[in-house]
């Protein structure tokens, strides 16, 4: 029993992490109906990013765990939000009226060139970090000496987690900015015809989703202490699984499906083959597929005519 709460909590951390960037994808589709595969790469660049504040304010002598941890978000977001605002200004914008295949062909383009930029510009060596924040409380021990605990740095990712998804709810649900997402979501042209200036709301959905992507990066970098410039790549793809898990447009979906994503991985890793638990995750997700295939929260499309 012992080892079986450890294994949940340890899913759900980085089911929490999963959900973060699985926000982005599930945004950006909800507002124009396509998916930026170059999603995983603004994740890896926030990662990227808050290394390099981490150790450019150690380096200027600044120790303060919490200052160090607060001022490396900040920059991340910042800095992913401008990736984020480049890639809808300059590969979506211009190919919104084109046919669906075009934006994602440049999308899949420039995650590739993002990834070679980043190997170019920042070496393909492993970057290592530190552990910052460390200590934990004991919750339980087990019949058999297994002492389950949970990290300081869990309990970070948690609280942040659900911050970060409170705040984005009650900015859907309680600003201008919201009323004009979801009416730009349902009908770009009529929310056009309103006032609604959809170029701009579409813009800052994408600096929105690219801000949380560099939030989980942060949060890995100080999570595993090793990144490099692939990890995008595979992050992006478990992410958008996690989105496509929780149904595609619905942002409690993409967190749930996170969860569910995290939770399989670290329980197959626990109990069966690590080497298979990609393998498994995917399994589900084409059961959940074929069995519900709007996703656990997602509702299904009904067409007028």
Partial sequence: MAYFVQQLINGLTLGSIYGLIAIGYTMVYGIIGMINFAHGEIYMIGAFVGLITILALMSAGIASVPILLILAILVAMVI???????????????????????????????????????????????????????????????????????????????????????????????????????????????????????????SVTFIIGAALAAVAGVMVVLYYGVIDFFIGFLAGLKAFTAAVLGG???????????????LVESFWSAYADAAYKDVAAYAILVLVLIFRPSGLMGRPEVEKV
């Avoid at 605002?85 to 999308?107: C, D, H, K, V």
């Avoid at 987690?161 to 201008?176: D, F, S």
């Avoid at 595609?248 to 995290?262: E, I, K, M, N, T």
Wanted: overall charge positive.
């Fill in 248 to 262: 595609v447009g619905s942002l409690p979906g993409a967190l749930l499906g996170g969860l569910v994503l995290g």
């Fill in 80 to 202: 992913a939000g401008l990736y984020g605002w480049t890639i809808e200004r300059l590969i979506y914008r211009p190919l919104r009226g084109a046919p669906r295949l075009a934006p994602l062909i440049s999308a899949i383009g420039l995650s590739i060139f993002l990834q070679q930029y980043v190997q170019l510009t920042q070496g393909g060596r492993v970057k290592t970090l530190p552990p910052l924040i460390s200590g934990g409380f004991t919750l339980m021990r087990g019949d058999d000496g297994f002492t389950v605990g949970i990290s300081n740095f869990q309990i970070v990712v948690f609280l942040l987690t659900l911050a970060l998804m409170a705040g984005l709810t009650l900015i859907i649900n309680r600003t201008e900015l919201g009323r004009a997402q979801r009416a730009a979501a349902a009908d770009p042209l009529m929310a056009a015809l309103c006032g609604v200036d959809v170029d701009r709301t579409i």
